[in-house]
């Protein structure tokens, strides 16, 4: 599994190819995913440029609370020398499919660290009419030793507000749903644990976002089981026995 927390984005300045004065592309870098980055109504293909201001290490990207589709295609570059970022001399995913699925609207792509200043980002979907986004994550990626351990879950959470008349029939009040994320690492050392689950606590604690891209292996599920928002509460560290460091995580989906 993959877990990020610095969202390196989120200061950069940023321009889009296309977009609507009331949705405009530094919507991305704003904490609600219902805030979103729309592009001009009909177009279905632009691209973002983050300008980090100097040369920063990236190793995974994550396109949140988008209307892409299986057709959804993406390009990720990197350049220290293009303001554009389109020469890619320093990284360049080519075009690949978004692994985007129906319904979750996220796209995840991890790749080798790669260090630039200027990186673009293009998405395309033939099967949306306007193309909008609420969320980008670029920023390095955290790769732990041993995955998670056996006994994770993944719950939906539905806030929804049932009611009953005097005739005993429901009414419901319908929220939209989102999930948690649980799970724990176990069998890990001090100096991992302690160097990025540690970290992590102290720099995200319950007011910043988190990204933990599930199942890497397991493609078929990323969407259902990768998880972007908040941790619930402070989870101790625990030095289970001699060498021997483990957590527990609880990721609530912000929306």
Request: charged share 20%; glycine share 8%.
């Amino acid at each position: 599994m993959l877990i990020a927390w610095d969202n390196l984005a989120d200061s950069a300045a940023l321009s889009a190819s296309s977009e609507q004065a009331s949705a405009p592309g530094a919507n991305v870098q704003i904490v609600h995913l219902s805030r979103k980055w729309v592009a001009v109504e009909g177009v279905n293909s632009a691209s973002l440029v983050f300008d980090m201001g100097s040369s920063v290490a990236c190793g995974i990207l994550a396109v949140l609370g988008a209307n892409l589709t299986a057709t959804a295609t993406l390009r990720l570059r990197a350049s220290d020398a293009d303001s554009t970022g389109a020469a890619g001399d320093k990284y360049d995913s080519t075009l690949i499919n978004a692994g985007a699925k129906a319904g979750y609207g996220a796209a995840y792509h991890w790749f080798a660290a790669a260090t630039a200043r200027y990186w673009r980002l293009d998405l395309a979907d033939a099967s949306v009419t306007t193309l909008e986004v609420g969320r980008i994550f670029l920023g390095p990626k955290w790769t732990p030793a041993d995955n998670q351990s056996y006994g994770w879950q993944v719950t939906p959470l539905d806030e929804s507000k049932v009611t009953e008349s005097y005739g005993h029939q429901s009414f419901a009040d319908e929220r939209p749903q989102r999930r948690l994320l649980e799970f724990g690492l176990d069998w890990h050392t001090e100096a991992e644990m302690y160097g990025n689950a540690f970290a992590m606590a102290r720099s995200a604690g319950i007011t910043k976002d988190v990204l933990a891209v599930h199942d890497t292996a397991g493609a078929g599920y990323l969407s259902e089981q990768s998880v972007f928002g908040l941790c619930t509460a402070a989870q101790p560290l625990i030095n289970a026995n001699f060498g021997i460091y483990r957590q527990k995580f609880s990721i609530k989906e912000r929306l």
